[in-house]
């Protein structure tokens, strides 16, 4: 999982709460991703950030927020406005855009109630 | 939408024979990877190969990559009960156009 931690491991919510899910790393990477794991499917890319104060949308973006106010952090908020968050989420990093290898987090499975 | 598509999706094997796993894409790209992924665990990184490149290797790992028909396959060779996960091909066609396939999820049996 290299230096790129999520927390927690296990997140549960009752519907209609918002909720945020930490990123951090260590790797002193400019670019960070969040993506949405359902089982058995691939990766979808909720956001990313190729820079501090900077993110753009990925495929999925309604009913997600980030921010990005420092470089080593990337938190998600899944809002109530997302109306099926249960799944395992995924952080990422990559030294620049998205063509580089990206080094992944553990994950967090998010499960609402 | 998901560009790459893995195949097969379930893969079974015995503990020394080659697996191979296939992933097609369907418009062009600069460059493809393959990722691993442990059950209940993050992606670990693989191998890249970029478009103008058509096989590389990385210990028991060889890639192949066919731009011509938008395929990319993953060989592993000599396997190992260890190599038992999900392998998911990843293509990216530009700065931060990167698309997952849903993965082939192999398994080597001792």
């Known amino acids: 999982d290299g230096g790129i931690t999520q927390s927690p491991k296990y997140l549960f919510r009752k519907e209609g709460q918002n909720v945020t899910l930490s990123c951090e790393q260590n790797?002193?990477?400019?670019?960070m991703y969040w993506y949405r794991q359902d089982p058995g499917q691939g990766l979808r890319l909720i956001y990313y950030s190729q820079i501090v104060n900077d993110f753009q949308k990925g495929d999925i973006a309604e009913g997600y927020s980030v921010s990005r106010e420092k470089k080593e952090s990337f938190p998600l908020t899944v809002t109530s406005a997302q109306k099926n968050p249960t799944a395992f989420y995924l952080c990422a990093s990559s030294r620049g855009p998205a063509d580089n290898e990206q080094f992944f987090g553990p994950g967090t499975r998010l499960t609402v109630l | 939408s998901q560009q790459g598509e893995e195949d097969p999706q379930a893969l079974s094997i015995q503990e020394g024979e080659n697996a191979t796993m296939n992933c097609s894409y369907k418009t062009s790209i600069n460059n493809l990877q393959w990722y691993r992924q442990n059950s209940g665990r993050g992606l670990v990184h693989l191998i890249l190969i970029r478009s103008n490149e058509r096989e590389k290797h990385s210990g028991r790992l060889r890639v192949t990559l066919d731009t011509s028909k938008k395929s990319s396959s993953l060989l592993i060779t000599a396997s190992r009960a260890a190599d038992t996960a999900s392998y998911f091909c990843?293509?990216?066609?530009?700065?931060?156009?990167?698309?997952f396939g849903a993965g082939t999820r192999l398994t080597v049996k001792p």
């Open positions: 990843a293509s990216t066609r530009g700065n931060n156009d990167m698309r």
């Open positions: 790797l002193n990477h400019d670019a």
